[in-house]
């Protein structure tokens, strides 16, 4: 009698291919070490950078003695100017809240004398940081000047997929070149308080979390059998626009 042949036995050979490429995967992942670029010593609270207005940001205007701006916001418009009471429309893309508020209380004491005028960022607009990979919120998130890479991390929040050990975090050049990046192990962090890498993040950064090993060697068969989706679907389309539930014979045979 012929001995029955387990059909898992089929699956060994992809098994085996899956394991190996997962370990392959895993030990070729790029580390980086620019750690010095992103973590400071004492670290600072802030970016060393000051913040430059830009469109879109909203901007609120205090001032005790022009009555007229007092408690005004203004989103930046897109050739870089808001327009205020009193004062008319004015320039402001590109100025520190603190050139702005000297500006216009400078402009202001043609009115009133011994203007004061503070301006504050209402809405963080205009600068980016951008977060991409296996994480449940991918894109552009509003840079602040206080961003840093574990609190971005738990805002994007990193889905199962993810190689929580590998996260790359990139600074780009002006030009457009990656000029920095570092590896973080962002288990480190969360299980055992090792914040050492937790770098405040600059206007541009770039934060990559890269898929696990088993996830990546998924990635690499789904590409692998994308070309073969739309035939299956081929196959199988005819089957879908016939209704289950009518009764057999409804439709006419090839014979008739």
Not at 38 to 49: L, N, Q
Not at 190 to 202: H, I, Q, R, Y
Not at 206 to 226: C, D, E, R, T, W
Request: proline share 10%; glycine share 6%; charged share 20%.
């Amino acid at each position: 009698m012929a001995a029955t042949r387990h059909p898992f036995r089929r699956l060994a050979p992809l098994a085996t291919l899956v394991a190996v490429a997962a370990a392959w995967l895993g030990g070729c992942a790029p580390t980086y070490t620019d750690y010095a670029a992103f973590v400071k010593e004492p670290r600072p609270e802030v970016t060393s950078t000051d913040y430059r207005i830009g469109p879109p940001d909203a901007i609120t205007i205090q001032s005790k003695r022009v009555r007229e701006i007092n408690g005004q916001t203004a989103t930046v418009a897109p050739d870089g100017t808001v327009m205020l009471p009193l004062l008319g429309r004015i320039h402001v893309a590109g100025k520190s809240p603190e050139e702005l508020s000297e500006q216009l209380s400078y402009m202001a004491r043609d009115y009133y004398e011994d203007a004061d005028v503070t301006v504050s960022v209402a809405r963080f607009a205009s600068k980016k940081i951008f977060i991409f990979g296996e994480v449940a919120a991918p894109g552009p998130y509003p840079y602040f000047g206080a961003n840093t890479v574990l609190e971005t991390m738990s805002r994007a929040q990193p889905t199962r997929l993810a190689d929580p050990e590998k996260i790359q975090v990139l600074r780009p050049s002006p030009d457009g070149d990656v000029r920095k990046r570092m590896t973080i192990n962002l288990n480190d962090m969360v299980k055992k308080g090792d914040t050492t890498l937790d770098a405040v993040l600059e206007e541009g950064d770039i934060l990559y979390i890269p898929p696990n090993p088993l996830a990546s060697v998924g990635l690499a068969f789904q590409q692998v059998l994308l070309p073969i989706q739309p035939i299956a679907q081929t196959i199988r389309a005819p089957s879908d626009i016939y209704d289950d539930t009518v009764a057999p014979g409804a439709y006419p045979s090839e014979d008739n």
